[in-house]
C-alpha cells in the first residue's frame, strides 16, 4: 500500500467539490473517475470526519419489483415533497 494514498483521494473529493459545489455521489464519482460506490465509501468518511455534509437523500426509482415507495404529498417535517424527494 502507498503511504497517504487515502489522504490523497481526500484531498481530491473535498477540492472537487470546494470548486465544482454540491453535487449527487454519481456526479462526484464521474468528475473523479470512479465508481459510484468508491465515491459514497469517502463522502461517508469525510462526513463522519465532520468534513463535510451529507444534504439530501431520495429514493433512486423504481426495482425490479416495481415502485420503492409512493411519493408523499403534501409537506413532511417542514419541507415540501416532490417527486419523492426531500426538496
Known amino acids: 500500500m502507498i503511504p497517504g494514498w487515502v489522504d490523497d ?14 453535487m449527487s455521489a454519481r456526479q ?18 469525510l462526513a463522519s470526519e465532520g468534513r463535510l455534509s451529507i444534504e439530501r437523500v431520495a429514493v433512486a426509482g423504481e426495482s425490479e419489483a416495481g415502485p420503492l415507495c409512493e411519493p408523499a404529498g403534501g409537506v413532511e417535517n417542514g419541507s ?6 426531500l426538496v
Request: charged share 20%.
Open 9 to 22: 483521494i481526500e484531498a481530491e473529493v473535498v477540492g472537487c467539490l470546494c470548486h465544482r459545489g454540491p
Open 28 to 45: 462526484l464519482a464521474e468528475a473523479l473517475g470512479v465508481s459510484e460506490a468508491s465515491a459514497v465509501h469517502y463522502i461517508h468518511l
Open 80 to 85: 415540501e415533497v416532490s417527486d419523492g424527494a
